[in-house]
């Protein structure tokens, strides 16, 4: 299955007042104003450069019971994210797929909305699902029936790079990560593209990728026993402008409560938060890419290297394995080691063809290598000619070292053949400087011991 | 007296260029990312098994960082080794008048620390360091609407 986030639907109370506040937001003026009187709801669209915005009210007058789904019960506690829609090519065959993975889909419907202004329809088939069935996170899936252009893009109405460009990502708290992994990679085939924990936040985030739009899974850095089987909560988006200072003025001119602009967490972005009457509900965050940022254009060369999932990662680094001190005299250095730090030698061999000299100082979890050339031409004859003696490079350990030549190359980085290393029972790769911001690092395969 | 290696430090000229390659190419987690503003830093501390890299990026001119990075390029910067007291062993050195960076020991992003000259070492910058133990932070969810 391969759905794309074809539209969000934020529920709102007062639909002419979310679309004034949305039309400002956004810089635009409305894709489409429509009417479901088989629902029993209304909506505003505003179709964006990636995705929709839906704007979804009960219809003036109506009454709970008269409206279809779960609408009046979630405006009564509020207004916010109601659900993500997600779009299929072929709904009938997704539908088919779920119900296989578990997920108890409805029999697609035929649906249609009329637009109030120039009375174009649109047609489209959805496909509803228990809430229950997707962790608390309100989803169901659509396959439109009209072209994509039956939904104009909304007109932009301002001037400068003030508007809302796109959609980034849209941000669900789940109490409970494990199971949320489940569904989105395991069920829904979004793709994991980040797994990453920052402890001193206590905080732990999965990237899904739909398309170009991430669906950012927000919760603590430890699963807590209270979270586990917790619904998830669809809590905020965050919109792509071309100029997070230049959109912080406009908005701020229009009346509209933003924050100062700050640098983002992801590297290379610039935000800035939008708060009170016109985000109805929905933490709201303004985002400016820069060209260092994680922008899809630029991240698509890099390939897979922003994938920090370790069950996804090709090889993985084990350990420190040693630190390389280029030494002009190893005897001498050794010795000022033991005088100074208290840290002895403990082997030391010339290289086959006496190349060099090697010795090892162990230091409880890694060891010192001392490397002393014994011959003018060389990559450590030529960094003590070029810059003294003292720090030369590291040593990583790894599980792997052809999977890691292979897939560092993948990525980009220049990295020679793996050999069987200086030291016994090992085999190794070496990373270009140039690729390391200027560090020697050798990656150390420990070989099983040969009895 | 010296437990293991703390890190190694790595001199950077741009942070974010930086974890490009350690955090999402080799995949090494990131557990620290602070501007230490009195030493005129950027650091990052990331996890190698039970030691780690420190990526050190100068943001104010005139530190032995940013002179590091001007005279050398980036590049590895010093090795530091964890010590059960760095106090008595910085006295240890002290009497065996053993060239010093640091007379008294200070307050840096691994503890209590403090760096040995070059001179010293055959040409190796190394720092010893005592971490200061923190509490552990309250479990509860840091994340809230």
């Known amino acids: 299955m391969n759905f794309t986030l074809d539209h969000v639907v934020i529920g709102v109370r007062d639909l002419e007042a979310a679309t004034d506040h949305y039309a400002a937001l956004f810089g635009r003026t409305p894709s489409w104003r429509g009417e479901h009187p088989t629902y029993g709801t209304r909506n505003t669209l505003f179709r964006i450069e990636n995705t929709y915005v839906e704007l979804l009210s009960m219809a003036k007058d109506a009454k709970s019971s008269q409206v279809a789904g779960e609408l009046p019960r979630f405006l009564e506690r509020g207004e916010g994210v109601y659900a993500l829609a997600l779009g299929s090519a072929d709904i009938a065959a997704d539908v088919r797929e779920l119900r296989n993975r578990g997920i108890p889909a409805q029999q697609p419907v035929e649906g249609h909305g009329i637009d109030q202004i120039s009375g174009a329809r649109r047609d489209w088939k959805n496909a509803m699902v228990p809430v229950k069935s997707t962790n608390g996170a309100r989803i169901f899936f659509i396959e439109h029936v009209s072209p994509p252009d039956a939904l104009p893009e909304a007109a932009v109405a301002v001037t400068g790079q003030t508007y809302v460009r796109r959609m980034d990502h849209a941000v669900v708290l789940s109490p409970d990560m494990e199971s949320a992994k489940r569904l989105w990679s395991g069920v829904l085939d979004a793709r994991l593209a980040l797994d990453r924990t920052f402890p001193e936040r206590n905080t732990r985030i999965l990237f899904f990728r739909l398309g170009d739009i991430t669906i950012e899974m927000s919760g603590g850095a430890t699963q807590t026993e209270e979270g586990l089987g917790k619904p998830d909560r669809l809590w905020g988006l965050a919109w792509g402008v071309g100029s997070v200072e230049e959109t912080v003025l406009r908005l701020r001119a229009q009346g509209i409560d933003v924050s100062d602009p700050r640098r983002g967490i992801k590297p290379g972005t610039k935000v800035a938060t939008v708060k009170g009457v016109h985000t109805h509900g929905v933490a709201t965050l303004l985002i400016e890419h820069t060209e260092e940022s994680f922008q899809p254009a630029s991240r698509r060369p890099q390939g897979a290297a922003f994938d920090n999932d370790p069950g996804r990662r090709a090889f993985a680094l084990k350990a420190l394995d040693h630190v390389s001190l280029a030494v002009d005299d190893g005897e001498a250095a050794a010795r000022t080691w033991r005088d100074t730090l208290g840290l002895s030698e403990s082997e030391a061999f010339q290289t086959t063809g006496a190349h060099m000299r090697l010795s090892k100082i162990p230091a409880g979890n890694a060891f010192m290598e001392l490397v002393q050339p014994l011959k003018s031409e060389g990559r450590v004859a030529t960094h003590i000619a070029s810059r003294g003696p003292g720090m030369f490079g590291v040593a990583l350990e790894v599980d792997d070292v052809d999977r890691a030549v292979a897939d560092l190359r993948a990525k980009g980085v220049t990295v020679s053949d793996s050999e069987y290393g200086a030291w016994p029972g090992t085999r190794t790769a070496r990373i270009d400087p140039s690729s390391a911001n200027g560090v020697n690092v050798v990656l150390v395969q420990r070989l099983p011991e040969i009895l | ?145």
């Open chain 2, 1 to 145: 007296m010296i437990q293991k290696v703390h890190h190694v430090g790595v001199v950077v000229r741009d942070m974010d260029q930086a974890m490009r390659f350690w955090r999402d190419t080799l995949g090494l987690p990131v557990h620290k990312l602070e501007t230490i503003e009195e030493q005129g830093v950027k650091a990052a501390l990331l996890t190698v098994g039970d030691s780690e890299i420190e990526l050190l990026e100068p943001v104010v001119e005139g530190t032995g960082v940013a002179r590091y990075l001007e005279s050398r390029g980036e590049g590895l910067h010093h090795v530091c080794f964890q010590s059960d007291d760095v106090d008595a062993d910085l006295q240890a050195l002290k009497d065996r008048q053993v060239e010093l960076i640091d007379q008294q020991t200070r307050t840096g992003l691994a503890g209590r620390i403090c760096f040995l000259h070059p001179r010293a070492m055959h040409g190796a910058l190394v720092e010893l360091c005592q971490p200061i133990e923190e509490p552990h932070a309250a479990g509860a969810a840091a994340v809230q609407p």
